[in-house]
C-alpha cells in the first residue's frame, strides 16, 4: 500500500506563513506529479498547484505570488509555502500523488488525509 502524511497546518492569522508537508511511504517505484488541493466548507476539493518530478510548477490565480510548491524525491515529500495568507484561504489541504508501485508505468492517484488551514484574526 502507499501512505500519504500530511502535517503542518494549523490557525495562522491574515498575512501569516504556513508550510505544510506531506510524506509518501510504502509500495513505491516511483512518483511523478505531486500536488496540493483545497476544500472549503461546503465546496468541492480544488486544485492548488502542482510539481512534477522534474520540479515544474504549475498554480491557481488565487495563490500565484503567495503559495510556494516544492519537493524532495529522495524522501518522497512535497511541501507547500504559504505566505500572506488571507481568511478565504481557509480549508482542508490535501496532497495527491501519481504513483507507480511496481515500475509498470501505471500510475494511481493516492490521497493524504487532510490538514486543517485556518485563517483567522
Known amino acids: 500500500q502507499v501512505q500519504l502524511v500530511e502535517s503542518g497546518g494549523g490557525l495562522v492569522q491574515p498575512g501569516g506563513s504556513l508550510r505544510l508537508s506531506c510524506a509518501a511511504s510504502g509500495r513505491i517505484f516511483s512518483i511523478s506529479t505531486m500536488a496540493w488541493y483545497s476544500q472549503a466548507p461546503g465546496n468541492q476539493r480544488e486544485l492548488v498547484a502542482t510539481i512534477s518530478s522534474g520540479g515544474s510548477t504549475n498554480y491557481t490565480d488565487p495563490v500565484k505570488g503567495r503559495f510556494t510548491i516544492s519537493r524532495d524525491n529522495a524522501k518522497n515529500t512535497v511541501y507547500l509555502r504559504m505566505d500572506s495568507l488571507k481568511p478565504e484561504d481557509t480549508a482542508i489541504y490535501y496532497c495527491?500523488?501519481?504513483?507507480?508501485?511496481?515500475?509498470?508505468?501505471?500510475?494511481?492517484?493516492?490521497w493524504g488525509q487532510g490538514t486543517q488551514v485556518t485563517v483567522s484574526s
Open positions: 495527491n500523488a501519481k504513483v507507480d508501485k511496481y515500475g509498470l508505468g501505471n500510475y494511481r492517484d493516492y
